[in-house]
């Protein structure tokens, strides 16, 4: 098959964001917030198909990270692997995330974004949530009820079970095997089910994108318009400098190989906003198109998607700073050390919460001392940013998933170096032109 055809559906997506992303815009500008298109255009077919698209890749994440984590824990060849892989996953995507928000606070100091800003004319009314204590969220790692992990979409409580489970089938024996064989057939059958999902993704997208600009206008922007370049150049350090850098360093890869193959998982996560819902083209991108071994990716994409908010840590720094001088704040050297180090450990401290964004930066502006009203500044466009951050996360996701597997022995460099290696076109189209038999 030839590299155009390959290449097709990630045209099309892209082609998807921008038209969806245009008439956003147009929609915005000229149609009428009461009127025929704004009822059954932007909040009738425009949110019905971006809400099925996410549900139908939502649906995918629980049984896609049991099935496949379980298959992974009995592929390893000794439990020891399994937690050394853990550390190591913890400390990268813990230190990648304490680089991300030291990034982002020297670029917001250097640009001082909210220096002027009115705020006498701004609605600045704000209630945070609260982070739970540190020893519940060690509690609730364990589930209580396992199903109800599943139901609720608890991503750590869901890994822990799988581990378990897997632990479980292994130390079965003979008995473990066959239900280890139904786990390896339900793999495939529901990786099969994400590649249909995928081929459905430039309708999906087109109409996130269309209705996220027709209801966030261009107008929210230009008033913080520092805060939000600020921001955004801090994610771009981030993915195109970071990670390359930490993956020439740490296994030698040659980085564009990632980048070039990045474009899939990438813009589903700027479509949907999350990491979550991105969990099954990650997945899929990471061991087909990337060469990692299940055994590595069931276990550090479901861990990445829950504790690794390089983006969302970002956003923390670059808000601070903005917040602080908004109000006129004077923050030292200690204080942002202070965030540094709140920021880093509430990224796993507050895995599992709704809203973990907010509650982070809550906690935050707490422990320096500044006003929580003041994220009611920003929270207008943060569903654009909240696009790029998890853009940011999932490429972080996949570039510690591609470091760890190749420091096991667990990574395809034939894959991992062919541009074209587990391209949604090429194994659709095997399925749908098999081979012809010799008679």
Request: with cysteine; glycine share 10%; proline share 4%.
């Amino acid at each position: 098959m030839s590299e155009t055809n390959q290449t097709s559906l990630t045209m099309k997506i892209l082609i998807a964001m921008l038209g969806g992303a245009v008439l956003g815009v147009l929609l915005n500008l000229f149609v009428s917030e009461e009127g025929l298109l704004q009822i059954y255009l932007i909040d009738g077919l425009l949110l019905v198909v971006g809400k099925i698209f996410v549900a139908s890749l939502k649906m995918m994440v629980v049984p896609l990270v049991f099935v496949s984590l379980v298959g992974g824990v009995t592929s390893l060849s000794d439990m020891s692997t399994l937690g050394r892989m853990s550390v190591k996953a913890i400390a990268f995507y813990l230190f990648t995330t304490a680089a991300a928000i030291t990034i982002a606070l020297s670029l917001a100091v250097a640009v001082g974004p909210g220096e002027g800003f009115d705020v006498a004319d701004k609605a600045v009314e704000f209630t945070g949530k609260e982070a739970p204590p540190l020893t519940d969220v060690f509690i609730n790692l364990v589930p209580s009820n396992p199903i109800e992990a599943m139901a609720t979409g608890n991503m750590l409580q869901i890994i822990v079970f799988a581990i378990l489970f897997g632990i479980a089938i292994t130390l079965a024996g003979e008995r473990g095997k066959h239900v280890l064989r139904l786990f390896n057939d339900l793999d495939v059958v529901i990786m099969k089910m994400v590649e249909v999902i995928m081929k459905l993704a430039p309708y999906g997208v087109f109409a996130l994108l269309a209705r996220t600009f027709a209801t966030q206008g261009i107008d929210l922007i230009l008033p913080l318009g520092a805060y939000f370049l600020t921001l955004t150049a801090a994610l771009a350090i981030h993915a195109l400098g970071t990670y390359p850098v930490l993956l020439r360093i740490f296994s030698g890869l040659n980085p564009l190989h990632l980048l070039r193959k990045m474009r899939d998982p990438a813009t589903f996560a700027f479509s949907t906003a999350s990491s979550g819902a991105t969990i099954p083209v990650t997945m899929r991108t990471v061991e087909k198109r990337m060469g990692v071994d299940n055994s590595v990716a069931s276990f550090t994409v479901p861990l990445g998607a829950t504790i690794n908010m390089d983006g969302t840590a970002m956003m923390q720094g670059v808000a601070t700073v903005f917040i602080a001088n908004v109000y006129g704040i004077d923050l030292g050297i200690g204080d942002y050390l202070m965030v540094v180090m709140t920021a880093t450990l509430a990224s796993i401290g507050t895995a599992a919460v709704p809203g973990v964004g907010l509650v982070m930066l809550t906690m935050v502006l707490n422990q320096v001392g500044l006003p929580v009203e003041g994220i009611a500044l920003i929270i207008g466009i943060d569903r654009l940013l909240d696009m790029m951050r998890t853009a940011v996360n999932v490429t972080g996701d996949c570039t510690v998933s591609c470091i760890i597997a190749k420091g096991e022995g667990a990574l395809d460099l034939a894959v991992y170096n062919d541009p074209d290696a587990g391209s949604v076109e090429a194994s659709t189209g095997d399925l749908a032109h098999p081979e012809p038999t010799e008679a």
